[in-house]
């Protein structure tokens, strides 16, 4: 979910479209009800206590790319960016208006007043592919040993032009396993390397012979020199 304050840091539709296929994902697509409904309150939690509310709609991956429609035929060119055949819908009354909005926002306007279909707040809109929004990232689920836990880390502060990312942790002790488990072949190799070293100075020092402080180091002849022998 990337949430900017400033609107010179909001992006095109085929720019937020690109932002998340480059970390392997897709713009939003929503399968029913139950999904809109988590997204709605994942939006809830932009605002923090004495922070303000800022508007700000969001892409999601609902687009049309037919031509020469009439209005009755045009809600039904609408498809979603990530190939999903999903036909749930969520428009705000009167939309889709068509002509050339051919992209979906989802609504983020908690300051806006009321319309004729109430507040501004996520049901859908169609807008030109140009304007500048917010938008919804969708990713494939990862396969973890246990429940991911969900943490919501937001920096909408007056003046950040930093995004706002959900993201989905683990917890400390799987993190641990996954780092342990690979480490197990080098400490075994080590274990056997000191292993084989010990064996290899110990028997080193079982074949060394010590020299009595006794003997002697030099070179003496046994044999005794005649003296008689000896010139002068």
């Known amino acids: 979910m990337a949430y900017f304050h400033e609107l010179s840091s909001r992006v095109s539709f085929q720019e937020a479209r690109l932002a998340c296929e480059?970390?392997?994902?897709?713009?939003?697509?929503?399968?029913?009800?139950?999904?809109?409904?988590?997204?709605?309150?994942?939006?809830?939690?932009?605002?923090?206590?004495?922070?303000?509310?800022?508007?700000?709609?969001?892409?999601?991956?609902?687009?049309?790319?037919?031509?020469?429609?009439?209005?009755?035929?045009?809600?039904?060119?609408?498809?979603?960016?990530?190939?999903?055949?999903?036909?749930?819908?969520?428009?705000?009354?009167?939309e889709p208006s068509c002509g050339s909005e051919k992209c979906v926002v989802m609504y983020h306007q908690p300051t806006a007043n009321p319309g004729l279909g109430?507040?501004?707040?996520?049901?859908?809109?169609?807008?030109?592919?140009?304007?500048?929004?917010?938008?919804?990232?969708?990713?494939?689920?990862?396969?973890?040993?246990?429940?991911?836990?969900?943490?919501?880390?937001?920096?909408?502060?007056?003046?950040?032009?930093?995004?706002?990312?959900?993201?989905?942790?683990?917890?400390?002790?799987?993190?641990l396993i996954y780092v342990v488990i690979p480490t197990i072949p080098l400490l075994l190799l080590i274990l056997v390397a000191f292993g084989t070293c010990c064996f290899q100075m110990l028997h080193k020092s079982k074949g060394r012979t010590k020299t009595s402080p006794t003997q002697s180091t030099l070179w003496i002849s046994k044999s005794t020199r005649k003296e008689s022998g000896m010139e002068v």
């Open 22 to 94: 480059s970390e392997g994902g897709a713009l939003l697509s929503l399968e029913n009800e139950a999904e809109q409904k988590l997204i709605e309150s994942m939006l809830q939690n932009l605002t923090k206590p004495g922070t303000g509310i800022s508007d700000g709609d969001f892409w999601i991956g609902l687009w049309r790319n037919g031509e020469g429609q009439t209005f009755g035929a045009c809600p039904d060119l609408y498809q979603w960016s990530d190939g999903s055949g999903s036909q749930y819908r969520n428009w705000y009354t009167d």
């Open 118 to 175: 109430g507040p501004y707040l996520y049901q859908w809109n169609d807008d030109r592919c140009n304007m500048k929004h917010n938008y919804i990232c969708k990713y494939e689920p990862e396969i973890n040993p246990t429940s991911p836990v969900e943490k919501t880390y937001f920096t909408n502060q007056p003046g950040d032009t930093h995004q706002n990312v959900v993201v989905t942790e683990a917890g400390i002790i799987p993190n």
